[in-house]
């Protein structure tokens, strides 16, 4: 009995998380358009240079927050009989290895900013958020979610059947 997740070549590069979560989510890039659109019928007015430099700043601003939330990503996920390994990717390197004991780990989908985040939980403290970024999208985590459960209990099972419960 195994459960194990490794990102794939895409979400290991920093740079492809960024590509498919903007492909995925093309709706927050529509102010890319208006600013472009404006760049490209000149002359402009006064009032036209405020309003393409607050939405360049805009820009600039979104475009840290995503780039700040995509550095840290679950490279890897092995459960081995009661032991976790858990990856973390520090922007396209496993920087991190943690090792927990299967009981004491939980997982949690929860909404921040009308995005899904899994929050890797160990005895009720955040020990790492894993956000939509790369190939991770809300029905990918909550499959993730379902197998975890379903693999800690059928551990728990084997215990009881092995006597050891």
Do not use: C
């Not at 309003?51 to 475009?63: A, K, P, S």
């Not at 927990?100 to 899904?116: A, C, R, T, V």
């Not at 955040?126 to 809300?138: D, E, L």
Request: proline content about 2%.
């Amino acid at each position: 009995m195994q459960l194990n997740y490794y990102s794939s070549h895409i979400d290991r590069s920093y740079s492809g998380r960024i590509f498919l979560f903007v492909k995925r989510n093309i709706w927050l890039f529509l102010i890319d358009i208006i600013v472009i659109l404006f760049f490209a019928l000149p002359p402009y007015s006064w009032a036209e240079t405020q309003l393409i430099l607050v939405l360049i700043f805009l820009l600039i601003v979104r475009d840290i927050f995503l780039l700040n939330r995509s550095i840290l990503h679950l490279g890897k996920f092995e459960a081995k009989g009661n032991d976790i390994i858990i990856g973390i990717l520090n922007k396209s390197k496993i920087s991190k290895e943690i090792t927990e004991w299967l009981p004491d780990i939980d997982l949690e989908i929860k909404s921040w900013m009308g995005f899904p985040v899994m929050y890797v939980l160990k005895e009720n403290e955040v020990i790492f958020k894993q956000y939509s970024y790369g190939s991770w999208t809300g029905k990918k985590m909550r499959e993730f979610v379902d197998s975890f459960y379903d693999y800690k209990k059928e551990q728990n099972l084997w215990k009881i059947y092995k006597g050891e419960g």
